[in-house]
Structure formats: structure tokens, C-alpha cells
């Protein structure tokens, strides 16, 4: 790999690894002060540290990362000319300042806002204007992928586009059309609001904004995780992708049902339509469907792996896999993590069962093993090779074992944290809280042991995240030189050849504008409608 191509793309992976040990820190003050055991010294607002920990993870950690393996993954398959890699420049450096000035705002205590910012919280502009130059840059990003893809086509008529290159245009598709949604929330309503131009907002359209976008984030987190599972892993195990056809099905599914779901993040909220938060939650069902088919793919890539490598029985074939390879252990402990994730997502989903759970903090226990765990793992696991790659060196045996420990780690840690969490949830414990003993209530007493259990699991998470930065050092900075393998499977042989309307992009594009219009237009109408200006809690003027 040329050193002009590689230093684009460590630039943007870097920044993740020194997101996670900022984040990884404020997530550990969290779990301290909620033990009651400790308070956060020179008057640190709660809330400031909660922002700061969602922002950095959940926004900047996320989008840096897959960034940068969207681009190494394009760069391999379909190649990066001049122009294309001075305009991802570009894009790096529009997000480079933008969370720079997202984060001073939120550092100098003027945008306690957490990272899902809806109104009536207002923070200072330099937070939406930050957000918005993150948002630009990453499509510019996206852009130049669509370009690389377009590119290649060209000179390769007939040919099905390489499945990595497919999937990255997906997902930046998909990122593209959910941020349009968060973008004409911050241009629209946020920033003239937060500047005194609009002395009132709509809070209630701009929670709708939030998660038309907040939903189909957290499939922009997990597709490149899949990219993985799909086309990575078999190649690391020494067997073949099960399924080309499949493997595109499941993302253009994903593209299809991951937007016009966000209702199911708004089940309790008056002002919505009933009917439509019905037809939305059975359209998030429908989004269930693609990682079961993920689910059917890897299952059945282990087992003829393992039959052919002679392994027999019902579950014999399980043994074949390379257990001690860090590559593979923590991606694959990742998706054991997405069986009870998922399980869960399926329970906050069912309107009656969300009435269980919203606003507790089984709502985190659900995302630190989704996103926390299923998607990080599977990006620590994605690191071992591609940063040695990168840079030109090897994963040692040594760095192979640390990075083994660091998994076991993740995994203890994880589970105490999130099991504590989906058990006090269920118990009544709200979630983004900080210490309190709400008057002395009885059941609030039940809680405290498992909020002491979130403490030391979250200390063992901490000692993860170090591990896992000091690795990256090394990786980065200190193996030995040479020549690391960017892992990519070939189709089973005796698969089905692709139908070639899987590059038919005007299809896959009109179905989801198609598919958002019907769940959003009339409940969206009925929204704006209902609450003119002046209604409370729906259009909340400044200072109330
Ligand atoms: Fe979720 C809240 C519903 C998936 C992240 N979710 C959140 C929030 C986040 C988040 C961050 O309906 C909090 C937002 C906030 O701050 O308020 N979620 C779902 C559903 C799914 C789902 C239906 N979520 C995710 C993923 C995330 C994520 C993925 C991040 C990456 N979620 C909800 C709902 C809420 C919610 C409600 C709102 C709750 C509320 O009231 O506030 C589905 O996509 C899940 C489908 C997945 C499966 C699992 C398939 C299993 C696989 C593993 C295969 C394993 C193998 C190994 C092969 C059905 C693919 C096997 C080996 C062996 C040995 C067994």
C-alpha cells in the first residue's frame, strides 16, 4: 500500500482510538459517581461528562472509525486516484474542526446537552455549527466513495462491483439520507435557536428529526461490522463466503428498513399518531430480518468450514475455529454479544414491553452490548490486521495474546456492567441519572448494589480501553516491519452467480425514499399541525 493512501486512512483511525481512551475515561467518572461513592471535583457538571462520553463514542469514535475502514476497503477493491484522496483530505480536516468546536462548547460547560441534543436542551451555537461541519465532511466523504465506485464501473463494464465496494456505498447511502434528516434540524431549528433568531422551537419535530436519523445510525455503526463478518472472517478462518447474493440482499434490507423506524424510539411521546408508531414498530421488525439472515450466513460459513477440514458431528465443526487467533476470537464474541443485544432490541421495540423499559437504563445495557460491544469488538478485531497493514507491519504472536487478554477483558467487564444494568433497569432504575437516592423509596434501595456492580464492571472496562490504546501504539508505532495480509474471502464456489439487479441503485434509492415518504409524511404533517407555535410542551420558548 502506497504511504500517500495509508496516512489518509490512519489519520481518521487514529482520531477513533484517541476518542475511545477520552470517552472510556468519562464513562468510568459515570460509573463512579452513580456507586454514590464518589463526586466529581471542581463542580464538573454530571450531564457535561455525560455529553462528552456519548459525543465522543457514540458520534465521533463511530464515524472516524468506519470512515477510515470505508476508505481502506474502497482503496483495496476498487482504488483511490490524486484528486479523490485530496478531497477525503478535505473532508478530514471539515470534521477535524468541527469536533473541535463541538467539543470546546461542550468542555467550557455550554452544551450540557448529551448526544442526542433534542430541544428543549439549548446549547451554545458552536456545538450545532461544529456538528453540522462533521455531517458536511462526512458526506464529502461519502461522495468521494460513490466516486471511486462510479469510477471503476466505468472501466469495468458487465462486472458486479466488488462486494466490500457494494457495501460501503450502502452504508454511506444510508448515512446520507439519515443525516438530511439531523442537518435540517441543526440548520433549520437548532442554530437560528440557539442564536436568538427564533425565539421558539418545536420540540417535539425536532425529536422526530433526531431519531428519523438516531435509528439508522446504529445500523451505519453495525453494516461495517457485518462487511467484516460477511466478507472478512471466512477468509481469517481458512473457509468462503457462503453467499454473495445473500450478503447484498441483507445490506439493500437494511437500507429499505432502518429509516423509517424512528417512531419506536418515540413510543411514549404524546403527539404522535398511534397508528403510525404501529406501522413503524412493525416496520422495525422487518429490519430484524437481515441480521438473521447475518445470523443463517456465519452459521453456515463455520459449519462447511469445519466439515471440510474433515471435523464431524452435529457440533464437531465448532472446533475448527481458530480460537487463538485475536482476529477472529473478538469479532466472533461480538456476535455472541448480538444475541442477547438483539434479543433485547426485539423486546424495546414491542410497544407494550417499551412501556417496561423506556427511559430506563436497561435502554443502556441494550446499547453497550450493541454498539459497545457486538460493533467495538468487531472493530478492535478489524485493528489486529488492518493497522499493521497500514503501516507496514506485523500482528506478533505477543500482540495476538495482549490482544486476546483485552477481549476476555472486554467481555468480563461487559457483562457485569450490562447484565447490571438490564436487571436494574427492569427494577425501575432510570437511566442518564446521576447519584441520587430519590427520597429514600424502597424500591430505590434494591438498586444500589447493581449500580455498584456497574462501578467494577466499568473498571474493567477502563483497563480494556488502555490495553486496547497501548496495542494501537504498538501496532501503529513499534512492530516489527513487514507485511500484514487485508484478509478478503472468495464465494463458495458452487454458489449461485449474483443476478445482476443488485447494481440497479435507482431501484434500491426509489424503494427506501418511497418507504420513508409513507411512514413519515402524514404522522410528520399531523405533528406540525397540532402544535402551533406558542403550545407547550411541543414549541418551547428560550428560558422557560
Ligand atoms: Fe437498539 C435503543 C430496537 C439493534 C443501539 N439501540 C437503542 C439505543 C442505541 C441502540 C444506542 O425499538 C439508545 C438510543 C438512546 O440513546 O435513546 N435495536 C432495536 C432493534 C434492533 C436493535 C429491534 N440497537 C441495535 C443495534 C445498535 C443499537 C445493532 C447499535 C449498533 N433499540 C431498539 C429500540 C430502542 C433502542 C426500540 C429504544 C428504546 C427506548 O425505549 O428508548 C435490531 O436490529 C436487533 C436485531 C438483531 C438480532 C440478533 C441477530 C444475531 C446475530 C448474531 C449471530 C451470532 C453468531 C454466533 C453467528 C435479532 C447476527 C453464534 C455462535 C454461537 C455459539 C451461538
Not at 14 to 32: D, E, K, P, R, S
Not at 124 to 140: C, D, E, K, T
Not at 258 to 287: C, R, Y
Amino acid at each position: 500500500i502506497q504511504k500517500t493512501e495509508s496516512k489518509l486512512y490512519m489519520s481518521y483511525i487514529t482520531v477513533a482510538f484517541v476518542a475511545l481512551l477520552i470517552g472510556g475515561l468519562m464513562g468510568l467518572l459515570q460509573v463512579f459517581v452513580r456507586s454514590g461513592r464518589f463526586t466529581l471535583p471542581f463542580g464538573i457538571d454530571y450531564y457535561q461528562v455525560l455529553t462528552v462520553h456519548g459525543v465522543i463514542l457514540g458520534l465521533v469514535l463511530t464515524t472516524y472509525f468506519i470512515i477510515g475502514f470505508h476508505f481502506s476497503l474502497m482503496g483495496k477493491t476498487v482504488g483511490i486516484s490524486t484528486k479523490q484522496r485530496k478531497l477525503a483530505w478535505l473532508a478530514f480536516w471539515i470534521m477535524v474542526i468541527g469536533t473541535v468546536l463541538t467539543a470546546t462548547a461542550i468542555l467550557l460547560g455550554q452544551a450540557s446537552v448529551l448526544y442526542t441534543f433534542y430541544a428543549p436542551l439549548q446549547a451554545h451555537p458552536a456545538f450545532y455549527i461544529g456538528l453540522a461541519m462533521v455531517i458536511i465532511g462526512s458526506w464529502i466523504a461519502g461522495f468521494v466513495n460513490w466516486r471511486q465506485l462510479y469510477v471503476w464501473k466505468k472501466a469495468h463494464p458487465r462486472e458486479k462491483s466488488p462486494l466490500l465496494a457494494f457495501m460501503v456505498t450502502i452504508n454511506t447511502l444510508l448515512w446520507f439520507i439519515a443525516t438530511l434528516g439531523v442537518a435540517a434540524a441543526v440548520l433549520i431549528q437548532f442554530i437560528p435557536w440557539s442564536l436568538g433568531y427564533a425565539e421558539t422551537i418545536n420540540v417535539l419535530v425536532s425529536r422526530t428529526l433526531f431519531w428519523y436519523f438516531g435509528h439508522p445510525l446504529v445500523y451505519f455503526w453495525l453494516l461495517p461490522a457485518y462487511m467484516a463478518w460477511y466478507a472478512i472472517i471466512p477468509k481469517i478462518i481458512g473457509g468462503k463466503l457462503f453467499s454473495d447474493s445473500l450478503a447484498r440482499m441483507s445490506f439493500v434490507l437494511f437500507l429499505f428498513f432502518s429509516i423509517p423506524v424512528g417512531f419506536h424510539h418515540q413510543l411514549t411521546e404524546p403527539g404522535i399518531d398511534p397508528t403510525w408508531k404501529f406501522i413503524q414498530v412493525a416496520l422495525t421488525f422487518m429490519v430484524v430480518i437481515p441480521s438473521l439472515m447475518t445470523a443463517f450466513s456465519m452459521f453456515a460459513t463455520f459449519e462447511i468450514t469445519g466439515r471440510r477440514k474433515g471435523f464431524k458431528g452435529l457440533f464437531g465443526w465448532f472446533k475448527h475455529l481458530p480460537w487463538k487467533d485475536v482476529r477472529f476470537l473478538a469479532p466472533f464474541i461480538g456476535m455472541l454479544a448480538f444475541i442477547p443485544g438483539g434479543a433485547g432490541g426485539i423486546i424495546n421495540a414491542s410497544h407494550q414491553m417499551n412501556a417496561v423499559v423506556h427511559n430506563t437504563i436497561w435502554v443502556t445495557g441494550h446499547f453497550h452490548l450493541t454498539v459497545a460491544t457486538t460493533v467495538m469488538l468487531t472493530f478492535f478485531g478489524i485493528s489486529y490486521w488492518l493497522i499493521p497493514h497500514l503501516r507496514g507491519r506485523t500482528l506478533t504472536p505477543k500482540l495476538n495474546r495482549l490482544g486476546i487478554i483485552q477481549a476476555i477483558i472486554w467481555t468480563v467487564g461487559m457483562t457485569i456492567m450490562s447484565g447490571a444494568m438490564h436487571i436494574e433497569g427492569l427494577l425501575g432504575a432510570p437511566r442518564r441519572s446521576s447519584y441520587s437516592e430519590y427520597g429514600g423509596g424502597e424500591q430505590v434501595s434494591e438498586w444500589i448494589g447493581y449500580q455498584l456492580a456497574q462501578a467494577i464492571g466499568g473498571t474493567i472496562l477502563f483497563i480494556g480501553i488502555i490495553l486496547m490504546v497501548y496495542i494501537f501504539i504498538k501496532l501503529t508505532f513499534f512492530a516489527p516491519k513487514g507485511d500484514e495480509e487485508f484478509p478478503i474471502a472468495e464465494e463458495e464456489p458452487d454458489a449461485e452467480q449474483t443476478p445482476a439487479f443488485f447494481e440497479n441503485w435507482k431501484l434500491w434509492i426509489g424503494i427506501t425514499v418511497a418507504l420513508i415518504l409513507f411512514a413519515y409524511t402524514i404522522p410528520f404533517v399531523d405533528i406540525i399541525q397540532n402544535s402551533p407555535p406558542g403550545s407547550v410542551p411541543f414549541d418551547w420558548p428560550i428560558g422557560r
